[in-house]
């Protein structure tokens, strides 16, 4: 089993950067493949990136291309998201989530999920 805790969000300005941390707990985590989803008043759950067990593959979604960064370091068991030039669509429940499968952008093939971290952008 995996625990996941995420932590860091906030209210910040448009432009402004926030980081979010995923505390993970389990003897598998270094082998799970670990995805970041985000969720907004009234619309579906989308997708933000994912990352390897290993960190040598990542990959965030086209809306967060070139602002969101997600990593890992397997020996502090967490999961990072860091999130620049965020804008007011940004706003949204951010949750982590482990698979079992090395890389996934499909939740269904998500078994763990976080409770969730409010990001809030407004100016």
């Known amino acids: 089993q995996v625990r996941l805790v995420e932590s860091g969000g906030g209210l910040v300005q448009p432009g402004d950067s926030l980081r979010l941390s995923c505390a993970a707990s389990?003897?598998?985590?270094?082998?799970?493949?670990m995805g970041w989803f985000r969720q907004a008043p009234g619309k579906e759950r989308e997708f933000v990136g994912g990352?390897?067990?290993?960190?040598?593959?990542?990959s965030v979604a086209n809306s967060v291309k070139g602002r969101f960064i997600i990593s890992r370091d397997n020996n502090k068991n967490t999961v990072y998201l860091q999130m620049n030039s965020l804008k007011l669509e940004d706003t949204a429940v951010y949750y982590c989530a482990a698979t079992p499968l090395g890389w996934s952008g499909n939740p269904l093939d998500y078994k763990y999920w976080g409770q969730g971290t409010q990001v809030t952008v407004s100016s």
């Open positions: 990352i390897n067990w290993s960190g040598t593959i990542r």
């Open positions: 389990g003897a598998t985590f270094t082998r799970n493949g």
